[in-house]
């Protein structure tokens, strides 16, 4: 939108981002398809079915010639670039809207693609059919008699052809790569195959997670969430943002926020509120380096109110991530551990390694006593069911009781896959006000829509 209005700088922008958002609001589930198939294989036929399926307008190579023939814009180059602008003037004329297109014959090599894509002529897939084996199935999928008076040409003609369309289809492949999908003709009928082809039209493409991954990593102490962060942080080169490291910073700053820590927890001895939580990390989420790498959240939130709350943020997660380990397991991991006082080095009881070392001295960190562990424990234990019934479907769940390398394994994919949807989780807002329960005032505003017939008409843009 933004390339848009720098190339028509329109002379009401509101007007033109109004309708440029409500013809892509409109154009969600329309599909636009490209078809790539053998010069042999019954295109037409194919492209009537989707057209009976999905409502598509299928355009062919001699139709954009005779809407080349019929233009004079000053866009006459090359037959390519002539093809490509008498697309654009379909496009603009918006009888596609609604619809959506289906191009059969065209783009034929990798140059005339790249000027499609150039002139902004960008389809949702590009289906690719595979012929296994052309005497046994292209004898049954051909209906024409054109496509069977192809069959019947020389061994030679074929194998040009072949060789032709083979040539072109590596640079088709590279050039709409992220839009390919790829179908086995097989020994269906045509009716079947474009009601498979429709289906699959019907699914948007996914070209890989977010660019930016906002992940809040949900778990009890001795989960092994911080552990498992700062490997997804150098996996994915995020920044790993662990919330009681950053109180920790905070609360020893000289502002505000670090004395209503110090003085929440020293004076009163109570743990800050959510809305001082919330706070603190946006504090560190909304810094350049977070913005610009993304990030990864440990330690918060706590309950659904920090949920509620960092949903509202401008950036909120876009992956919720529930690591779920036994408590028992925790407790023990937790009342094992032990930090050497010199170096800092974490060990567990559990193992031997750390009786090697003769000048190890070891030491319990404060956060570790038993007290401690059973009230973080029983923390966790009262909120998480809250926060997971809230968060919905838009959460993730992975087993923590399994090898450290099978987790990782399990959260990396399930970090690549597809977001879930999180619209679920926004706070919903206040029912709206009746109208006719509020007594009018003489000193109320006006209603704006009266004005709706004294303005003058909107101008109207064309967008491809």
Known sequence: MATQLMIQKPDDHLV??????????????????????????????????????????????????????????????????????????????????????????????????????????????????????????????????????????????????????????????????????????????????????????????????????????????????????????????????????????????????????RLFECKWGERPKPEIRIQIVEKYISEYECLKKGWILTGYPKTVEDFKLLDLNPTPPNRVIFVEVNGDICRERLLNRRYNIVTGSKHNLSTTNYIDDEDCTLGIHPKDFRLNVERDLQEYEENVTDMMQYVGESAIKIDGNEEEKNVREKVEASIIRPAPPWHSRIPKPSSAVDPMTIEFEPDDEPDRSVFDNIRPPEPTYTFI
């Open 16 to 261: 033109f981002m109004k309708q440029y958002l409500y013809l892509a609001a409109k154009r969600l589930d329309i599909s636009n398809i490209i078809l790539i198939a053998p010069e042999s294989f019954d295109r037409m036929a194919l492209a009537k079915v989707l057209q009976e399926e999905l409502g598509i307008h299928s355009l062919t190579l001699k139709d954009l010639r005779n809407a080349c023939s019929q233009q004079d814009d000053g866009c006459r180059c090359d037959e390519s670039k002539d093809l490509a602008c008498a697309m654009k003037k379909i496009l603009e004329s918006g009888v596609l809207h609604e619809s959506g297109w289906l191009l059969i014959d065209f783009p034929r090599t990798k140059k005339e693609a790249q000027i499609f894509q150039r002139m902004g002529i960008i389809p949702t897939h590009v289906i690719q059919l595979i012929i296994s084996s052309e005497s046994e199935n292209w004898e049954n999928i051909c209906t024409d008699t054109n496509c069977r008076q192809t069959r019947q040409q020389t061994n030679t003609s074929k194998n040009s052809k072949n060789r032709r369309y083979l040539k072109n289809l590596r640079g088709l492949r590279e050039v709409y790569a992220h839009y390919l999908i790829e179908v086995e003709v097989g020994i269906r009928s045509m009716d079947e195959l474009g009601k498979d082809c429709a289906k699959l039209a019907k699914v948007k493409k996914h070209c890989g997670a977010p660019s930016l991954l906002r992940i809040a990593l949900i778990g009890s102490r001795g989960s092994g969430c911080t552990t498992l962060a700062k490997y997804l942080a150098e996996r994915f080169n995020l920044v790993h943002v662990d919330y009681d490291y950053i109180v920790e910073q905070v609360r020893l700053q000289q502002n505000s926020l670090g004395k209503m820590l």
